[in-house]
């Protein structure tokens, strides 16, 4: 893992989270985007070197609709950027992580992702991405 990529912070209102981290950042936000098969609008800012997802549900079976549900709104992941997302999957399936995807998909951003189920990292929803090559 090379660094953080991003924090994934889940939202019930996407509008006016922008708003408020607008507020916070100082400048507004760089890119919307919605992905339809994770059932969630994104909204990226940069802070600094580091990157901040807001997303929001766009239906209710959605990840972020049942998580928001369960824990309301806050922190819901902390995603790495990898070089081989293939390779990091099996590396960390060997060392007996669990996966919750293992192959990687299309995420928002221009990336591949797979995301580590928290049962076997403490907690936390951790996520991989490898930037997509053109």
């Not at 660094?3 to 408020?20: F, M, P, Q, R, T």
């Not at 549900?69 to 819901?76: P, S």
Request: one cysteine or more; aromatic letters at 6%; charged letters at 30%.
């Amino acid at each position: 893992m090379r660094k953080i990529e991003h924090i994934g912070i889940a939202v019930k209102d996407i509008e006016s989270s922008n708003d408020l981290f607008k507020s916070l950042f100082g400048k507004a936000h760089y890119k919307v985007e919605d992905v339809e098969s994770e059932g969630v609008k994104t909204s990226f800012f940069k802070c600094g070197p580091n990157k901040i997802e807001l997303l929001q549900a766009t239906n209710k079976d959605s990840p972020i609709a049942k998580f928001i549900e369960k824990k309301g709104e806050g922190i819901h992941h902390i995603a790495f950027a990898v070089d081989n997302i293939e390779k990091e999957i099996k590396r960390l399936t060997k060392e007996g992580f669990q996966m919750i995807h293992k192959v990687p998909k299309k995420g928002a951003d221009n990336k591949l992702i797979a995301f580590l189920h928290p049962k076997s990292t403490n907690g936390v929803l951790v996520e991989l991405c490898q930037e997509i090559e053109d």
